[in-house]
């Protein structure tokens, strides 16, 4: 029976999250399973796998072929390294122990490049909330700039309606006032 290391869709859609399986290759794509090897979640940056390295090497070890998606994944986190390592071990050209160490070192090395993306992207991430936080405030304040010229604007004009209606009530007492001296000249007359 062929084997295959493929992954398994399973999520929704637009979301997709994968198993990572070993499974009989005439079955179909998210049918039935020999055994769940681990995980991958490509929605999250970076992508999050979690793997099963040792179950994932007997796989190997046993002739089972990984398809390309799963190869790329398995050599990501060092399964292909691990059963290269193992295969030098079986030969004799590596103790075990020094092919754990080199395994280990390897790990931390990819360990510490993972965390270095992270950084970097929060980093990225902290500086476009800062630039839309800059960008808010110079629109805040462009809008309260703009109030205050038409507040400012508004009591002008009511300060020249107000003198306009000043000027207006004065000449209309005047006019009145006018009025009523002629028509006190017209009663004397008469």
Do not use: C
Not at 5 to 25: E, M, S, T, Y
Not at 45 to 73: S, Y
């Amino acid at each position: 029976m062929p084997v295959k290391l493929r992954l398994q869709r399973h999520g929704k859609k637009g979301k997709p999250f994968f198993w990572i399986v070993a499974a009989d290759a005439r079955s179909k794509r998210d049918g039935k399973f020999l055994d769940k090897l681990g995980i991958y979640n490509p929605n999250t940056n970076p992508a999050t796998i979690e793997l099963d390295i040792d179950g994932a090497v007997k796989w190997l070890e046993d002739g089972a072929q990984p398809t390309d998606t799963a190869r790329a994944i398995l050599s990501y986190k060092g399964v292909m390294l691990k059963r290269h390592l193992a295969g030098g071990v079986k030969k004799g050209a590596l103790t075990e122990e020094e092919a754990e160490k080199k395994f280990q070192a390897w790990l931390e090395e990819k360990e510490a490049k993972i965390n270095a993306k992270k950084e970097n992207l929060t980093k990225e991430q902290q500086a476009e909330k800062a630039k839309a936080l800059a960008a808010e405030k110079e629109a805040n304040e462009k809008r309260e700039a703009e109030a205050k010229e038409a507040l400012a604007a508004e009591e002008a004009e009511q300060e020249a309606e107000a003198a306009a209606d000043t000027a207006e009530a004065q000449a209309e007492n005047a006019s009145d006032a006018q009025t009523a001296e002629e028509a006190k000249t017209e009663e004397k007359k008469d």
